[in-house]
């Protein structure tokens, strides 16, 4: 299994539709991050939680918000999409400073 | 507020060349350096961390250096094979914790 596994991988979802991104992770990190990539952009990041009680804005988290139900679960919801929300979303985990971030494989969002 | 800056864009370069990608940030104040590579519509696969101490990391024919105080960073590979082809991204962990990316440099080798 992935260590870092995100659902759905790929959604096709209509404007003003509630829509909730999950994401779970396996290798016990309190740090977990949500980021969307647009076509030839680097990540940019929406919310971070550095545990299960600490949730912070990113750059970006106008029209999103997120849910950490526990250490290993992180969530995003976008409470009425709009088409220019459709992006690449990725969940990442890391554990502190010393170590690097583990990416999941993304979920495609369309947004119609 | 972190800038991270990556050039080229692009670049396109014949099988077996060694290579330079260049990073460059705004603010020294950073705790560590990765570099990632990311296939067409893939997730993100990290290659080297460097962290604020340390000048440089190695792994296989890749080579990371960095130097904080100029804000730069370059990820060298030797040799380069038509497998590397691939988007590659810059990042700094900042003063605040948070993963701050560059756009990426979209690389191919051709064979």
């Known amino acids: 299994d992935a260590d870092v596994t995100q659902t759905p991988r790929n959604r096709i979802t209509k404007t003003g539709k509630r829509i909730m991104l999950e994401c779970s992770q396996t290798?016990?990190?309190?740090?977990m991050y949500w980021y969307r990539q647009d076509p030839g952009l680097g990540l940019r990041l929406i919310y971070y939680?550095?545990?299960?009680?600490?949730?912070n804005k990113g750059e970006i988290s106008d029209g999103y918000s997120v849910s950490r139900q526990a250490q290993a679960k992180f969530s995003l919801s976008l409470e009425s999409a709009i088409p220019n929300q459709t992006a690449l979303y990725f969940c990442?985990?890391?554990?502190?400073?010393?170590?690097?971030?583990?990416f999941g494989s993304g979920t495609r969002l369309t947004v119609v | 507020k972190q800038e991270v800056t990556q050039i080229p864009a692009a670049l396109s370069v014949p099988e077996g060349e060694n290579l330079v990608l260049n990073c460059s940030f705004t603010?020294?104040?950073?705790?560590?350096l990765q570099w990632f590579r990311q296939d067409p519509g893939k997730g993100l696969t990290s290659l080297l961390l460097?962290?604020?101490?340390?000048r440089e990391q190695t792994s296989g024919r890749l080579n990371a250096s960095l130097d904080k105080s100029s804000g730069r960073s370059t990820l060298y590979i030797a040799a380069s094979q038509p497998g590397d082809s691939a988007t590659y991204l810059c990042?700094?962990?900042?003063?605040?914790?948070?993963?701050?990316f560059g756009s990426g440099t979209r690389l191919l080798v051709r064979p």
């Open positions: 990442a985990t890391s554990e502190d400073l010393n170590y690097g971030y583990t």
């Open positions: 290798k016990g990190h309190d740090r």
């Open positions: 939680s550095f545990d299960v009680k600490d949730i």
């Open positions: 603010d020294s104040a950073i705790y560590n």
């Open positions: 460097i962290q604020s101490s340390q």
């Open positions: 990042a700094v962990t900042d003063s605040s914790y948070k993963l701050i």
